[in-house]
C-alpha cells in the first residue's frame, strides 16, 4: 500500500518555499506521493482559511516535478468540468513527460455553486462534462493521433498515461471509475466507513467481468496523533484493501512542523 500525504497549495502554507520544503520533506522520508487540491474561484464569504488564495494544481505539480526526483505527484481531486479537455490532456501529459511519469490523476466533478458561476460552467452539466474529459484523455493516452471538434491532431509526447483515481461517493464515483477503467478514490476516517463502498464496487466488478479497481482513500490526520494510533489506522486500511491512503493534516502551518508529521507518518507506516 502507497502511503502519501496531501500539501497545502492554498493560503499561508502555498508559498514558493514552504511548498518545496514540504515535498522535498515528504520524498526524504520515503512516503510515496505528494497531492494538492483544486480549487479556482473561491468567493469572498467563503475564503475562511485560504483567504481565496489557491495555486493551480497542474501547475503546482510541473514546478514540484523540477525540485524532487522520486516522489509521486497527485491531484486530490482535479475537478475536471472546470478546464476544456484538450488543454487539460495537454497538461497531464506534459507532467507526466517531464516528471518521468511520476503523475497520479485524482479526478472529480466540483461542487461550489459560486466556483461554477465563475467560470461559466453549469453546475448541472458537471457529470457529463467529466465523462467527456475521461473519455478524452484515454483517446489521448491511446494514439498519437486524436480529433477534437472534427479537427485530427498529433498528440504529443504521449508518455504512459497516469493512474487515474475517480473521487466521490457511491454510486456514482463507482460506475464512473468503471465506465473509465479508473480507481476510486473517497474520503474517509477509518477503513471501517469504506466497507459498503468496497462491497459494492467489487460487486459491480465481478457484475462487468472485471477486475476490481484500485481504491485509494483520503484521510484526515492531526499533526498531534501518536504513532500507534497513525499505524493502526494504517493497517487497517492495508487490510481493507487500499491500493494507497492520502493523509492530510490540515493547516500546519509551517514547512518545520509538517516535517515532523511527515516523519512521524514514516516511522508508523507498517513494514
Given amino acids: 500500500m502507497k502511503v502519501g500525504v496531501a500539501l497545502r497549495s492554498m493560503g499561508p502554507e502555498s508559498t514558493a518555499e514552504t511548498l518545496f520544503a514540504c515535498a ?3 520524498e526524504e522520508v520515503g512516503l510515496d506521493d505528494v497531492w494538492v487540491a483544486d480549487h479556482v474561484a473561491i468567493p469572498p464569504d467563503d475564503a475562511e482559511g485560504s483567504d481565496g488564495r489557491y495555486l493551480d494544481p497542474l501547475a503546482t505539480l510541473a514546478t514540484l516535478s523540477s525540485v524532487t526526483s522520486r516522489v509521486g505527484l497527485g491531484t486530490a481531486v482535479l475537478n475536471l468540468p472546470y478546464r476544456p479537455p484538450l488543454p487539460t490532456a495537454k497538461w497531464v501529459a506534459t507532467i507526466q513527460e517531464l516528471s518521468g511519469g511520476r503523475l497520479v490523476l485524482g479526478v472529480g466533478l466540483g461542487w461550489m455553486e459560486p466556483e461554477f ?4 460552467v453549469p453546475r448541472a452539466a458537471r457529470g457529463r462534462l467529466a465523462d467527456e474529459t475521461l473519455a478524452f484523455l484515454r483517446r489521448c493516452f491511446a494514439s498519437d493521433v486524436v480529433e477534437a471538434n472534427g479537427q485530427p491532431f498529433l498528440f504529443r509526447p504521449r508518455p504512459p498515461a497516469p493512474p487515474i483515481f475517480v473521487g466521490g461517493a457511491p454510486p456514482h464515483a463507482l460506475a464512473r471509475a468503471l465506465r473509465h477503467d479508473a480507481g476510486w478514490l473517497p474520503m474517509a476516517r477509518e477503513a471501517s466507513e469504506l466497507a459498503a463502498g468496497l462491497a459494492e464496487l467489487a460487486r459491480l466488478a465481478k ?4 477486475e476490481t479497481p484500485a481504491v485509494g482513500c483520503l484521510v484526515p490526520l492531526s499533526l498531534r496523533a501518536s504513532a500507534d494510533d497513525t499505524a493502526a ?8 484493501g487500499l491500493a494507497r491512503v492520502i493523509f492530510a493534516f490540515g493547516r500546519y502551518g509551517s514547512a518545520d512542523a509538517f516535517r515532523r508529521g511527515v516523519e512521524q507518518l514514516a516511522r508508523a507506516r507498517p513494514t
Fill in 24 to 26: 522535498r520533506a515528504a
Fill in 117 to 120: 458561476r465563475a467560470l461559466g
Fill in 207 to 210: 457484475e462487468a467481468g472485471r
Fill in 233 to 240: 489506522r494504517l493497517r487497517a486500511f492495508r487490510d481493507a
